[in-house]
């Protein structure tokens, strides 16, 4: 597989800057999070579709204490990373239960 492009949006880096504190790179995290779901090692675990255009959600667990879910759009190339919310947060889906992150 070929590595994918990481897109870190601006929603993206302010919300992990305001939930996970400044100790917290958000590009750094978005790279993590993207080699953890291509490579399936279980830190990364699939939560489901959020939307029909898209989206999805990843709850991670990192040993440095970073947790919480990403909510993303994956294509062949490219992850682009959206918000990030911590746990405890209810996340709606389209058509679905909304599940807990």
């Excluded at 994918?4 to 790279?31: K, M």
């Excluded at 898209?54 to 992850?79: C, E, H, M, S």
């Amino acid at each position: 597989m070929t590595e994918r492009l990481v897109v870190a949006t601006n929603h993206w880096r302010a919300r992990v800057l305001e939930r996970l504190g400044r100790d917290v790179d958000a590009s750094v995290l978005a790279a993590a999070i993207t080699w953890e779901i291509d490579n399936e090692t279980g830190a990364v675990i699939y939560l489901g579709r959020v939307s029909r255009d898209g989206k999805r959600i990843y709850r991670f667990a990192f040993p440095r204490g970073q947790r919480g879910v990403a909510l993303v759009v994956i294509n062949d190339t490219k992850i682009r990373f959206i918000t990030v919310y911590e746990t405890g947060w209810r996340i709606p889906r389209e058509g679905k239960k909304s599940i807990r992150a």
